[in-house]
Nanobody, 115 residues
Framework: QVQLVESGGGLVQPGESLRLSCAASRVIFSINYMAWYRQAPGKERELVGGMARGGSTDYADFVKGRFAISRDGGKNTVSLQMNNLEPEDTAVYYC?????????WGQGTQVTVSS
């Protein structure tokens, strides 16, 4: 059974940065897409961005160029570098990996942006 282990969340002030990481508990043969989602209380989970196997990335409009996703295919890891964080970014952030018909979710890590 595959588990995604996340780390890097925490409490930061507006304008600061965080780097979230997500690693699979074992090597997955083929990951087609790795993505980050976030969910704030009372709101639906929304896509932040993702990276396909070939390296192409896409991001939600609210990212506004502040975030960057990277992937280590050999380690089956994905990271989310978040710069210039704002209070509106406060949410639980989840990583998701898909491989064929299988979808794996991380446990989530809390990001709080507050002065």
């Amino acid at each position: 059974q595959v588990q995604l282990v996340e780390s890097g969340g925490g409490l930061v002030q507006p304008g600061e940065s965080l780097r979230l990481s997500c690693a699979a508990s074992r090597v997955i043969f083929s990951i087609n897409y790795m993505a980050w989602y976030r969910q704030a209380p009372g709101k639906e989970r929304e896509l932040v961005g993702g990276m396909a196997r070939g390296g192409s990335t896409d991001y939600a409009d609210f990212v506004k160029g502040r975030f960057a996703i990277s992937r280590d295919g050999g380690k089956n890891t994905v990271s989310l570098q978040m710069n210039n964080l704002e209070p509106e970014d406060t949410a639980v952030y989840y990583c998701r990996a898909s491989s064929g018909s299988y979808v794996y979710w991380g446990q989530g890590t809390q990001v709080t942006v507050s002065s």
